[in-house]
T-cell receptor, first 111, second 113 residues
Framework: AQRVTQPEKLLSVFKGAPVELKCNYS??????LFWYVQYSRQRLQLLLR??SRESIKGFTADLNKGETSFHLKKPFAQEEDSAMYYC?????????????FGQGTTLQVKP | KAGVTQTPRYLIKTRGQQVTLSCSPI?????VSWYQQTPGQGLQFLFE???????NKGNFPGRFSGRQFSNSRSEMNVSTLELGDSALYLC????????????FGSGTRLTVV
């Protein structure tokens, strides 16, 4: 069954420290993976997708098919990074609006 | 450019009633997806419409239904409400139905008492 697991409900770090938000997935085909972010009192929004291989707001994520992981990383956390982060998976080659979300990880960046 | 608009923002209903939630996508978007968000289950996919056709459906009982109109606006209906249906219902729209291209609305907070 398709599944996305984010093992940490809460990740608390100090400003300037490295951040790694973990995401593991279970999928039999070739998935497309995404990270979404929801800042306080704002809408859920796309942060990045694995096929773009881009860095957004200093965040990167690499798809590791061997470990079935898609961890989100940032070398130096900023206070404005505090938010809820969701890892999500799309099947059907990405041609669908159906996303399977993980439970989310709250990132708290302390000053 | 207006974003995805969901109405109403808040709703309180009694068990056994039915409810209709509305979603107006971004102009020009042809696809709408719906999600239920609860503290216990997180974000769960309900259904997806593309040009008025249901393209995907999640694992929800038949009490949950939806439709999309020719102007791409979408509604979802929940009949015979249960306490467990209390949730934030999110709608997202996309111009082309490709994953990652969806823009989310603010949601409708449904409380069933």
């Amino acid at each position: 069954a398709q599944r996305v697991t984010q093992p940490e409900k809460l990740l608390s770090v100090f400003k300037g420290a490295p951040v790694e938000l973990k995401c593991n997935y279970s999928y039999s085909g070739s998935p497309e993976l995404f990270w979404y972010v929801q800042y306080s009192r704002q809408r859920l929004q796309l942060l990045l997708r694995h096929i773009s291989r881009e860095s957004i707001k200093g965040f990167t994520a690499d798809l590791n098919k061997g470990e079935t992981s898609f961890h989100l990383k940032k070398p130096f956390a900023q206070e404005e990074d505090s938010a809820m982060y969701y890892c999500a998976l799309s099947d059907a080659g990405g041609n669908t609006g159906k996303l399977i979300f993980g439970q989310g990880t709250t990132l708290q960046v302390k000053p | 450019k207006a974003g995805v608009t969901q109405t109403p923002r808040y709703l309180i209903k009694t068990r056994g009633q039915q409810v209709t939630l509305s979603c107006s996508p971004i102009s020009g978007h042809r696809s709408v997806s719906w999600y239920q968000q609860t503290p216990g289950q997180g974000l769960q996919f309900l259904f997806e419409y593309f040009s008025e056709t249901q393209r995907n459906k999640g694992n929800f009982p038949g009490r949950f239904s939806g439709r999309q109109f020719s102007n791409s606006r979408s509604e979802m209906n929940v009949s015979t409400l249960e306490l467990g249906d209390s949730a934030l219902y999110l709608c997202a729209s996309s111009p082309d139905g490709v994953a990652g291209s969806y823009t989310f609305g603010s949601g409708t907070r449904l409380t069933v008492v």
